[in-house]
Each structure stands twice: as structure tokens, then as C-alpha cells.
């Protein structure tokens, strides 16, 4: 174990470090910085096409707009669900070009020239989509805010892998927390998910 000491002195030196690093990039590029600055325009509307669902849509947005705010206010998909808003809960999961994203963590202009799959964009006109089918089966949420983003991450998992086991069901959502705790009828929704997609039947 490391003495308390050392550990001390270790992150007084860290944060020294950091300091010194800090004046001295502050100090080198003042000028050129407050020019960098000055050209920067967060609040201006600017027009980007994205691929949602199979459709091309163009949309205003500002260049700080993260996907999950256009998904939501501006294009009312709201199957996106706000969670944490940092990258911990998986609840905004969505898919870009058919891989699981947290669409809190991507800006909206990151998904120009990407395909973007939402909830919504499973569905087979009026039906559900396999994965939709097999969570409602299997009871596979409780309260239901984190089921869009387990489904979404379940999708992207089956498109990758068609027939995973039981450990690679578990990595694949394991990025989407479920705080009511429904992981075995998630992971048992997964499985039937791909049994339906091979057309075997749930």
C-alpha cells in the first residue's frame, strides 16, 4: 500500500504539472486564441441532412445540439429517451449506421452522412419489430423509461451477431442500465429476439 504521503505529494505534482501546462498554452497562443474565440458562433442556426429511419431530413440546428435534443424537440422522436445526459445509462441509445450510440454523447452534425435509427424506425409499418415483440413476451422492463435503449442496443447486438449466448447477450446491453433490475427477462428477450429474426419463432 502506498504511504499517505507519497500519494499526497504525488497529487500536488499532478496538478503543478497541469498548471504549469495550462499558463503556458495560455500564454503562447493568446492572440491567435481570442481570434479562435471570437469566430466561434454556438447560437447560429445552421442546415444539415440527416438519415433518420430511411428518410432524408433537413433540419436547422445549432453546431452544440446534441443528437438526442433534434431527435426529440425538433423531430419529435421521442421513443429517445432523456436518462443521464452523460454516457452512463443507455437510455438515449440509438444506432448509428446500424452500431448502439448514445445520442447524448453525438452531436447532431456528427450524424451527417450516417445513418440514424431510431425506435421508431423498427417498426414494420403498424407492427413491432422482432426485438419490440420479444420484450413485450417476456415482460422484459418495469417501470419501461430504459426499454427503448436495451431494445435499441439488443438491435444493434443482432445485427452484429445473430446468435450470440448468453455472455455475449450480457456485454452487448450491458451499456444500458435497467434500474428496476429486469436483466434475466432482458437477456431472455434478446435470445428469443434472435430466434425471431432467423424466423424460428420465439
Not at 499532478?14 to 479562435?36: D, N, W
Not at 444539415?48 to 438526442?68: F, P, Y
Not at 426485438?131 to 422484459?140: I, K
Amino acid at each position: 500500500m502506498r504511504d499517505r504521503d507519497d500519494s499526497d505529494a504525488s497529487r500536488r505534482n499532478f496538478l503543478k504539472t497541469v498548471g504549469l501546462g495550462s499558463a503556458a498554452l495560455a500564454s503562447a497562443g493568446a492572440g491567435q486564441g481570442r481570434a479562435e474565440l471570437a469566430a466561434v458562433e454556438p447560437e447560429k442556426l445552421q442546415k444539415i441532412l440527416l438519415s433518420i429511419n430511411g428518410r432524408q431530413l433537413s433540419v436547422l440546428v445549432e453546431a452544440r445540439w446534441t443528437l438526442l435534443f433534434v431527435l426529440r424537440e425538433q423531430l419529435g422522436l421521442t421513443g429517445t429517451k432523456v436518462g443521464c445526459e452523460r454516457g452512463e445509462c443507455g437510455a438515449c441509445t440509438v444506432l448509428l449506421d446500424g452500431v448502439p450510440r448514445y445520442a447524448c454523447l453525438t452531436l447532431a452534425v456528427e450524424a451527417v452522412g450516417h445513418e440514424v435509427t431510431t425506435l421508431e424506425g423498427l417498426l414494420d409499418g403498424e407492427d413491432l419489430g422482432p426485438v419490440q415483440r420479444a420484450f413485450v413476451e417476456n415482460d422484459a422492463y418495469q417501470c419501461g423509461y430504459c426499454t427503448p435503449g436495451q431494445v435499441m442496443a439488443a438491435e444493434g447486438l443482432l445485427r452484429e451477431n445473430p446468435a450470440p449466448d448468453l455472455e455475449q447477450i450480457r456485454v452487448g446491453v450491458s451499456g444500458n442500465l435497467c434500474r428496476c433490475g429486469a436483466y434475466a427477462n432482458i437477456f431472455r428477450a434478446v435470445a428469443d429476439a434472435a430466434k425471431l429474426r432467423r424466423g424460428g419463432g420465439a
